[in-house]
């Protein structure tokens, strides 16, 4: 694939110039690949800190003294920087994402707590005046802050980080992607899109950055193989920094809506991983990538799987690779037959036995999240099959396991759906994925969910039931995209604003990166009683599975959103609640989409520009009778591609 990543232009078609647009401001990505530290974080004991005239850092350090830097955003990859020292062993580098575990070791890349495996990086040098760069097996994947233990008498200067993710963007800041709301409150909104961004950009990991498992003790090695091809869109910078098909769900839209090309590059890598080692017998996907300790363990998953499938399904579906489809469709008939050879014949539903999931609890049975991502990948694909009876066949199947979902499933009384048929928990991820999903049977059914999910709101966001004391960006951005489906547009954008924002400008956090999870107070201790034990600096801080409101923020709010191959029907059906004017732009395979919103007066007026092979549909608020594009007033809402301008009344 090639990628015009470096030209200096916002798209391919070269008409929107960087430095000319107002939502440059909020870009995250450094200028360049080896950026340097903006700030002095911190100084412990005998050490002194200059500024040069560059501003550039120099740090004077003594034995058992620290200058903790801060890159301002969070970064990963290789230090570098010039030692002047009589010592071997000047000092050494500790690296934490957060500031609260700036100290004088590392945060940690496994789950241990108290062990503090990672430690700190010793510089090991001739003694004099030198250049020294982190070994390569000591790439450090995620960080916003590195501290320098003096252990003699040391200067250092010209301090840089090599950046070591999105290899395939010469020129970070160039993703063609955009958004941008220019109402006075949607700055909130701005800043969520783009560190949603960001957050993935630090996640396209080159091949050979793995997190080496069992780890090194003490320290670190990031020397591990992702997968069959480079660069992979991995979970997370620090960590685990592999191949998860349930975070692509969320992620890989987000890579492909912000960075065009080298998104759809990253994301297409990942899935030529989980073919590869596709079980040939049975057609179910890994769990994870090679790189994991649940892929060496065996460790399978139903969801995932279907996840698998989703993120098959969007990627063709933005990359308008029909070759690659038709390449992989044995591959994915068989995944999606294994699906449809375990829907019991009684319930009509899947019953969960391969258990291993996003990190819940309570799994098992004819559970609803599972089914619920089972009806999207069927009905997915269905629409992406060239054999018409296997798509019929297809169709049809998610039809019946729609019926029995609701049969099943459904509790009136509560207005919600059970988590399986033998309990009376309310998820939110079963209930969030079947009101995305379209597995609801009216409107009145989907008000009542969304209502009934906002019950489980405290103070910054949405408290799981099915993992208690837990606050997931994951399962909450399902949330989120699925009451902007059901219309419900004040209550998602209160979401976006109270658990994003938190997020955005919590201490405890980067500024420019979202978090993998948190406790329901807040606290950085996710998952404490469920795999992380009480570790909260194992707590991944840029985590693309956390990035919903990129993809909401285009694709529900401008509502603009493709369809068919590469976009070759898309719709735009604004949702804009009290905002004024939105505007947002992407790339696919097929070329440029672009689309604004403006509401003035009584009046909403639309500018369009799509590959004019394409063809689109207007849904409108129901205020918005009459419709004139170009100048010629329409009774018909389906619009051709091209540049187009719509003023509805």
Not at 261 to 273: D, H
Not at 331 to 352: E, F, K, S, W
Not at 408 to 414: H, I, M, N, Y
Not at 467 to 485: K, N, Y
């Amino acid at each position: 694939m090639t990628s015009n990543q470096d030209s200096g232009l916002i798209c391919s078609a070269g008409y929107l110039v960087y430095g000319n647009n107002p939502w440059e401001k909020y870009i995250l990505s450094p200028s360049s690949r080896n950026p340097g530290p903006k700030a002095v974080h911190a100084v412990l004991g005998n050490a002194s800190t200059q500024q040069a005239n560059d501003d550039s850092f120099v740090l004077h350090l003594s034995e058992g003294s620290l200058v903790s830097m801060d890159f301002g955003v969070e970064v990963g990859g290789r230090i570098s920087f010039k030692v002047e020292s009589e010592s071997e062993t000047p000092l050494s580098l500790a690296f934490a994402e957060s500031p609260n575990f700036v100290r004088n070791i590392s945060d940690d890349t496994g789950a241990i707590p108290f062990e503090n495996w990672d430690q700190a990086l010793t510089v090991t040098v001739s003694p004099g005046t030198t250049y020294y760069q982190m070994p390569k097996v000591s790439f450090r994947g995620g960080f916003r802050f590195v501290t320098f233990n003096g252990m003699a008498d040391v200067t250092v200067s010209n301090i840089t980080c090599e950046i070591g993710f999105a290899t395939n963007m010469p020129n970070l800041r160039g993703g063609p992607g955009y958004f941008y709301a220019s109402d006075a409150e949607a700055d909130i909104l701005n800043r969520v899109w783009y560190a949603g961004a960001y957050t993935v950009q630090t996640n396209i990991a080159p091949n050979d950055t793995g997190r080496h498992l069992p780890q090194v003790r003490p320290g670190w090695a990031y020397n591990a193989t992702l997968g069959v091809l480079s660069p992979s869109l991995v979970d997370g910078a620090k960590r685990d920094r592999a191949i998860w098909p349930g975070d692509m769900g969320i992620s890989g839209v987000t890579a492909m809506l912000a960075y065009g090309a080298a998104g759809r590059e990253a994301v297409c890598n990942s899935l030529e991983t989980l073919f590869y080692y596709q079980n040939a017998s049975t057609g179910l996907l890994p769990f994870a990538g090679p790189d994991t300790a649940s892929f060496r363990n065996g460790a399978q998953s139903d969801t995932y799987h279907a996840w698998g499938l989703i993120a098959i399904a969007e990627h063709a579906t933005y990359s308008g690779d029909q070759a690659w489809l038709s390449e992989h469709w044995v591959n994915i008939t068989r995944a999606v037959q294994y699906i449809l050879d375990r829907l019991d014949p009684t319930t009509g539903l899947q019953n969960q036995t391969e258990t291993n999931d996003w990190g819940r609890v309570g799994m098992g049975g004819f559970n609803s999240a599972l089914n619920a991502l089972d009806y999207r990948a069927i009905v997915s694909l269905a629409a992406l099959s060239k054999n018409t009876s296997q798509a019929s066949s297809w169709t049809t199947a998610a039809g019946n396991l729609k019926s029995s979902y609701n049969n099943a499933l459904w509790d009136s009384g509560a207005g919600l759906y059970r988590d399986n048929t033998t309990t009376t928990l309310h998820p939110q991820d079963g209930n969030s994925l079947a009101l995305l999903y379209n597995l609801t049977l009216n409107d009145t059914q989907a008000a009542a969910i969304s209502a009934g999910l906002e019950r489980n709101w405290n103070s910054i966001g949405p408290v799981t039931p099915e993992l208690p004391d837990t606050i997931t960006p994951f399962v909450s951005g399902l949330e989120l995209l699925a009451h902007f489906r059901a219309g419900e547009v004040n209550r998602g954008f209160t979401l976006l604003r109270r658990l994003w924002g938190f997020l955005i400008d919590g201490p405890e956090f980067t500024g420019s990166t979202l978090v993998e999870g948190i406790t329901a107070n807040g606290s950085l201790y996710y998952r404490s009683t469920d795999g992380y034990a009480y570790d909260a600096s194992y707590t991944s801080l840029s985590h693309g599975w956390s990035t919903a409101p990129t993809k909401a923020l285009v694709a529900d709010v401008l509502g603009f959103k493709v369809l068919g191959l590469g976009g070759r029907t898309w719709e735009v059906r604004p949702a804009l609640g009290n905002l004024t004017s939105v505007k947002a732009g992407f790339e696919t395979g097929l070329g440029w989409f672009e689309a604004s919103v403006e509401v003035r007066g009584g009046f909403m007026i639309i500018e369009l520009e799509t590959p004019l092979e394409t063809n689109g549909l207007l849904v409108l608020p129901t205020k918005y009778s009459k419709v004139a594009v170009d100048n010629v007033v329409s009774q018909n809402r389906s619009v051709k591609g091209g540049k187009r301008s719509i003023v509805c009344s």
